[in-house]
């Protein structure tokens, strides 16, 4: 079965960082774009972040960009999301996501598996 797993999430102070990682279980994942998306509390589920198969393109959303920064190891079929600058409004479940393209979006309609997602929390 095709999983996705996240990790690194947690709570930290507002100004810290993190850094998410996504392990895919499958080796032609490493094939796919991939995406970052986030959930607060009463929110509905966000963009984050995407990048491409051969990590050339990325996308971020305006509220991360500058701060932000994702990034994939097709060797270790692993993307990951360095978290800077963190901020409250940050706080979310952040979930992992892999396209069936090998090009980048930011539709998460086109994300066709996803992993369970990590927690961050972010204090002020």
């Known amino acids: 079965q095709v999983q996705l797993v996240e990790s690194g999430g947690g709570l930290v102070q507002a100004g810290g960082s993190l850094r998410l990682s996504c392990a895919a279980s499958?080796?032609?994942?490493?094939?796919?774009?991939k995406g970052w998306f986030r959930q607060a509390p009463g929110k509905e589920r966000e963009f984050v972040a995407a990048?491409?198969?051969?990590?050339?393109?990325?996308y971020y959303a305006d509220s991360v960009k500058g701060r932000f920064t994702i990034s994939r190891d097709n060797v270790k079929n692993t993307v990951y999301l360095q978290m800077n600058s963190l901020k409250p409004e940050d706080t979310a479940v952040y979930y992992c996501?892999?396209?069936?393209?090998?090009?980048?979006?930011?539709?998460?309609?086109?994300?066709?598996?996803w992993g369970q997602g990590t927690q961050v929390t972010i204090s002020s």
């Open positions: 499958e080796r032609a994942f490493s094939d796919y774009a």
């Open positions: 996501a892999a396209s069936a393209s090998s090009l980048a979006t930011i539709q998460a309609l086109q994300y066709y598996y």
């Open positions: 990048i491409s198969r051969n990590g050339f393109i990325t």
